[in-house]
């Protein structure tokens, strides 16, 4: 009676005609789906009337590999206890699982469907650390519209992605889900992959609701290890790990997911400090936040929730909105008696659930719950799906070497290619991780793409030569569309290492393409050492040895130890797990059709022992003595951040302040001029770096501060400039718990990498 009441006191308040179903059309085409005021009214209309029990419903997610719209999770359906279902990709179940919300169970509340469209859907793009080597925000937001419409195209409303944490740590394998190392490369991605995959607001045409994870500090673990503690100061959360999530929120971003593991002693998940206090009252997100998947439950296993009640307490009194889980959900069974014991109140629930109604109106679930099945064909066999996907591969490729121009190559020079290597031909591999919902069977591989590329003029034979696996398997395996080759006896492994050989040998040249299969970067793929896996570099070693050209194209999602190919191989070019069209795009950078750009978003170390090791750390007393260091290694990395060659050369000159000396709080203007000095034309990335001399705390010996990719034909010159700001020049004091801007001497740098020489001064009085 009391929920009527209220129901009909806010239909009253907001009157009736801004509550009926309300899609309206935007200059004719797109529909708009309530927005402001009228959202917040919508839902606490609902709320009005729901039970406790659909209010936890609404607040629970659940995994969903079945096949047909029926059994437990059915009837949970129907009864009101699921608000959302993650992983069902095909559109039909989709529609089938959306009626039995819309249709049977009491409210009719819309289901979200979530999944982890993270780099593609069905045309698979570059994972993130490679689209983030592209430094080009605007490509990293076409890529995303397209990959959020083909996700919509099937039904799917809701993409855990980006993921934003920041990491200095190769061992850890997640480091392929984000972008590097930087807080200013990453808060510029961040955006970017949330204005591609949410559009200019949530319920935007053919896009997604974004997720920005894991909030925050997961890529701090301990020792590169999966799932380990993070223990990060107060200065290096703020200056470091939030900055993108922060850029999110700003963005727009409508879910935050808490992530898994312990921050400073803290499961993130039960981290009230972190959802409350920074997200929330700090940042004035207005979105839900998710838990990773049973994260909540979990919290046990931490040792930091006394039972499954104590978990769904902990984690709602954090701020969790949503609880992602297999099935144990601890919210459902257990809030109903956290209330009554006067742990939590109804007043608590609401304000967690309000935020989830509040995204399904902002989607316009309520009013097109059901996805177009007869569209899906069409949407998936765009053609510019496939060029985009393209140019997103082309320019993400970094090229590490390329000594005496062996790059590009003639088309017509080389009668017979090698292709060589464990990669070299595998669907699956060059995909990357997250990739189970495409069409397999259009992947184009290295070695398919260079037979496009060069047709029957040249004779193209490809031998693997080894095989490398994971010493523990990965979880994923069953989700994969083409299975690991059966493994090789050791007479088999023999006879295949010595065809590859002699295929170098009757070639005119070897590509060989080397690196990780995509299982080991990414979730629970961390590893302890960054070696080639398997016998890859005696492989390398012996095809080197025919005396062949060798060109390498590496395959992975990380920084690997390529020591002894970065001073013995001629060619060397970064390819990451390039996607879809990947085959293609890189015949491109082979032959010279296209020209590459990119720039790494990670130091590249020389040895597994130096890690972490990042451009952006502090001085010290003897900033750059190597004796001072290691007695058996350099201490600086074997590529430096920012680094990235290209097939023509480019010169900085006329780095200018349009003011010197400023004072706190007021900003600047650097410009610098760049030129192509060479015969092709080409991209380079101006990249600014600062650096504060002295102050308050011992400031990084380089900040990335701006950047912008430029595309410049030979001969000419342009002249790019930053804004040197307030926000630019402050950081986060420990000591004072707070944002901070001295007045100091800053460094100012610009150049093609975080080595940069060009230097000026800026006095900030
Ligand atoms: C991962 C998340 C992912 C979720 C759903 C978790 O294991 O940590 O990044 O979004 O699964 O697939």
Request: net charge neutral; aromatic share 8%.
């Amino acid at each position: 009676m009391t929920r009527l009441l209220a129901a009909a006191t806010i239909l009253v308040l907001v009157g009736w005609p801004t509550f009926r179903v309300n899609a309206r059309r935007e200059n004719g085409a797109a529909p708009a789906y309530p927005q402001g005021r009228e959202v917040r009214a919508r839902a606490d209309a609902l709320l009005a009337q729901m039970t406790l029990e659909e209010k936890l419903g609404q607040m629970n997610q659940l995994f969903f590999f079945g096949s047909t719209a029926d059994g437990g999770v059915a009837n949970g359906i129907r009864n009101g206890q699921v608000g959302s279902l993650l992983f069902v990709t095909n559109p039909a179940l989709i529609n089938s699982l959306q009626r039995i919300a819309v249709t049977e169970s009491r409210l009719k509340i819309p289901l979200i469907f979530g999944y982890d469209v993270t780099h593609g859907f069905h045309t698979i793009f570059p994972v993130s650390i490679a689209m983030a080597a592209s430094w080009d925000p605007k490509l990293i937001e076409r890529s995303q519209a397209i990959a959020a419409r083909e996700a919509r195209a099937v039904g799917i409303n809701w993409t855990f992605a980006p993921m934003v944490d920041i990491t200095r740590d190769p061992r850890w394998g997640r480091i392929v889900e984000g972008a590097g190392e930087d807080p200013y490369l990453g808060a510029v991605m961040a955006q970017a992959h949330v204005r591609g995959l949410q559009g200019e607001r949530i319920g935007s045409p053919d896009r997604l609701l974004a997720c920005a994870k894991h909030f925050a500090g997961y890529g701090a673990a301990e020792g590169g290890r999966d799932y380990d503690a993070a223990n990060i100061s107060d200065a290096q959360l703020w200056n470091v790990y939030f900055p993108p999530f922060k850029a999110a929120v700003d963005a727009g971003v409508g879910c935050v997911m808490s992530a898994y593991m312990d921050l400073n002693d803290v499961p993130a998940t039960g981290n009230r400090w972190l959802l409350r206090d920074v997200l929330r009252r700090d940042w004035k997100f207005n979105g839900f936040v998710v838990s990773d998947a049973n994260s909540v439950d979990e919290m046990r296993n931490h040792g930091y929730a006394r039972d499954a009640h104590d978990a769904a307490v902990k984690a709602l009194t954090a701020g969790v909105n949503m609880e992602m889980s297999f099935g144990q959900s601890v919210y459902l069974k257990n809030i109903g008696n956290a209330i009554k014991q006067n742990q939590v109140s109804v007043k608590d629930v609401d304000d967690l659930v309000r935020p989830l109604l509040e995204a399904k109106i902002r989607l316009g679930l309520f009013e097109n719950p059901y996805v177009d099945e007869t569209k899906v064909k069409s949407t998936f066999a765009q053609p510019q799906h496939r060029e985009a996907a393209k140019a997103a591969a082309v320019s993400s490729a970094v090229l590490l070497k390329n000594q005496n121009n062996l790059l590009p190559l003639s088309k017509t020079a080389y009668k017979r290619i090698a292709v060589i290597g464990p990669l070299a031909d595998s669907r699956q591999n060059i995909l990357g991780p997250w990739s189970f919902a495409m069409d397999i069977d259009q992947t184009t591989t290295i070695l398919a793409g260079l037979k496009n590329k060069l047709g029957a003029s040249t004779q193209i034979d490809f031998a693997p030569g080894v095989q490398m696996n994971r010493v523990f398997p990965s979880i994923f395996d069953q989700l994969l569309k083409e299975k690991h080759p059966p493994v090789w006896s050791e007479t088999q492994a023999a006879d295949e290492f010595r065809k590859a050989i002699e295929l170098a040998k009757g070639a005119d040249l070897a590509v060989m393409v080397l690196g990780e299969n995509q299982d080991m970067s990414g979730e629970q793929a961390s590893r302890s050492t960054l070696d080639l896996p398997g016998r890859q570099l005696e492989l390398l070693q012996a095809v080197k040895a025919t005396g062949k050209p060798v060109v390498l194209l590496l395959m992975n999602g990380r920084p690997l130890d390529i020591s002894w190919a970065a001073e013995n191989v001629p060619a060397i070019l970064e390819i990451w797990y390039p996607g879809t069209e990947g085959g293609n795009a890189v015949a491109d950078l082979l032959f010279g059709d296209a020209n590459p750009g990119g720039k790494l978003p990670v130091t590249w170390m020389r040895h597994v022992g130096q890690v972490p090791i990042y451009y952006s750390h502090n001085l010290t007393q003897n900033p750059s003595q190597q004796d001072k260091r290691y007695w058996n290694e350099k201490f600086v990395p074997l590529y430096p951040f920012g680094y990235g060659l290209s097939y023509t050369t480019f010169a900085f000159s006329n780095l200018k302040l349009s003011q010197p000396e400023i004072r706190v709080g007021a900003a600047t203007e650097v410009s610098v001029e760049v030129k192509n000095t060479g015969k092709r034309a080409g991209d380079e990335v101006v990249q600014l770096y600062i650096h504060q001399q002295s102050g308050g705390a011992s400031r990084p010996i380089r900040e990335l501060k701006g950047f912008e990719r430029v595309t410049l034909a030979p001969g000419e010159t342009k002249a790019v400039r930053f804004k040197l700001g307030p926000e630019d020049l402050r950081y986060w004091n420990g000591a004072a718990r707070d944002w901070v801007q001295d007045a100091a001497t800053f460094d100012v740098w610009a150049g093609n990498d975080s080595t940069a020489s060009l230097h000026t001064t800026l006095k900030v009085r």
